[in-house]
T-cell receptor, first 115, second 114 residues
Framework: QQQVKQSPQSLIVQKGGISIINCAYE??????FPWYQQFPGKGPALLIA?????SEKKEGRFTISFNKSAKQFSLHIMDSQPGDSATYFC??????????????FGTGTRLQVTL | EAQVTQNPRYLITVTGKKLTVTCSQN?????MSWYRQDPGLGLRQIYY???????DKGDVPEGYKVSRKEKRNFPLILESPSPNQTSLYFC?????????????FGPGTRLTVL
């Protein structure tokens, strides 16, 4: 059972465009929603994260939009650059319970930014 | 430099030959985890540890063992590897601070079981 559903599986965006990746979750107990970025041959690295008490978080060109009622959250990459080409994973966890350290990941989106 | 290290980075083995993938972190983190990454499935947690001598199963623990005898080390053991354990494995660690759940991942170990 996939508790965090991610789409699209792959995405091609022109340089300067907006990349949008969507995730939906089922478990209403999740209270932490990070996005991880993974370059080929590397481990995932935290990109940006949000708690459910806010609807949006922005860090530079990266923005998370969060819709608690719809149980959805999305990553927006503004002014996409070729250096943003990577695989992006959404994730969810319950950090306020004893099950700390358990991240449930989406299936990943491979982003390619073309010139 | 704060980091999570894994060894080996690449391993090709045969069915049934016991192997261990080591993981070490230098950030004094309490929590450590093992994940496997497979195409179309994302990352799935195998085992996690909340502190020394405290481990628990993740989502896909079958065929794996772990131990946490020291805070910095969290080895993954495959007693009798099978071809369905061919995958990319990541170790991760994080601080027990509740306000953040930033997990730091190692560089990965690509395992092939023939």
């Amino acid at each position: 059972q996939q508790q965090v559903k991610q789409s699209p599986q792959s995405l091609i965006v022109q340089k300067g465009g907006i990349s949008i990746i969507n995730c939906a979750y089922e478990n209403t107990a999740f209270d932490y929603f990070p996005w991880y970025q993974q370059f080929p041959g590397k481990g995932p690295a935290l990109l940006i994260a949000i708690r459910p008490d806010v609807s949006e978080k922005k860090e530079g060109r990266f923005t998370i939009s969060f819709n608690k009622s719809a149980k959805q959250f999305s990553l927006h990459i503004m002014d996409s650059q070729p250096g943003d080409s990577a695989t992006y994973f959404c994730a969810a966890s319950q950090i306020n319970t004893g099950t700390a350290s358990k991240l449930t990941f989406g299936t990943g989106t491979r982003l390619q930014v073309t010139l | 430099e704060a980091q999570v290290t894994q060894n080996p980075r690449y391993l090709i083995t045969v069915t049934g030959k016991k192997l261990t993938v080591t993981c070490s972190q230098n950030m004094n983190h309490e929590y450590m985890s093992w994940y496997r990454q497979d195409p179309g499935l994302g990352l799935r947690q195998i085992y996690y540890s909340m502190n020394v001598e405290v481990t628990d199963k993740g989502d896909v623990p079958e065929g794996y063992k772990v131990s946490r005898k020291e805070k910095r080390n969290f080895p993954l053991i495959l007693e009798s590897p099978s071809p369905n354990q061919t995958s990319l494995y990541f170790c991760a660690s994080r601080s027990r601070l509740v306000l953040t759940d930033t997990q730091y991942f190692g560089p990965g170990t690509r395992l092939t079981v023939l």
